[in-house]
């Protein structure tokens, strides 16, 4: 099997769970031969360590300029990702040099809001944490914001809302890219109430 290599943005104020949900889900699903799927890296601006939110220290695998290929992108939320980064032009940009690049783009919570910077929900459909909902329509009028979901899949680009719908969307993506049984398989494994939303 083809076996995908994931890159998951970091940055300080990071909201933990955004990020560590997907980290999990993709780094403990496996086939029938108990061989990893994915190969799951993190990577930052320059590589520094983070501080996530609530002081969660955290050092990343690579920075911008020496990560491996990457066939699918998380960026996850929080403070730093709807405050910070995505007003950050070395990030937006990287983002979107990657969207171009990658098989799969991933937001969870805020983090679609340097998708959106980055141009890359112009003419989507997508969602967020709900507190920032109307934010989102609001800072992003070309975009059709959903409420009450927790991801929205428009193919090569999947967001999803706050926190642990993260979970949800990375089991979603192992369904996409490897079928509804690897998926639960994952999820029965993460001891997660998983139910396929295809």
Partial sequence: MTTYT???????????????GPY?????????????LFNVVTISEKGQLIRARNGLKVEPDYHFD????????????????????????????????QNDRVQKMTSVCTGSFILGEAG????????????????MEKAFPNVTVKRDVKFVDQGHLI???????????ALHLVAVLYGKETAANTAKH???????QF
């Avoid at 300080?12 to 955004?18: A, K, P, R």
């Avoid at 969602?127 to 109307?134: F, N, Q, S, Y």
Wanted: aromatic content about 8%.
């Fill in 120 to 135: 890359l929900l112009d003419g989507k459909s997508a969602t967020t944490h709900w507190t920032a909902l109307d934010r």
């Fill in 66 to 97: 020496n990560h491996p290929e990457l066939d699918i992108v998380v960026v996850p939320g929080g403070y730093g990702a709807r405050e910070v980064e995505s007003k950050n032009p070395v990030v937006v940009e990287w983002v979107k040099q």
């Fill in 190 to 196: 993460m001891e997660y109430d998983w139910q396929t």
């Fill in 24 to 36: 999990e889900v993709l780094s403990v699903t496996e086939d029938e031969n108990t061989d990893k």
């Fill in 159 to 169: 967001t999803s809302a706050g926190i642990s719908a993260g979970i949800e969307m």
């Fill in 6 to 20: 994931v890159g998951i943005l970091l940055f300080d104020d990071v909201e933990v769970l955004d990020f560590a």
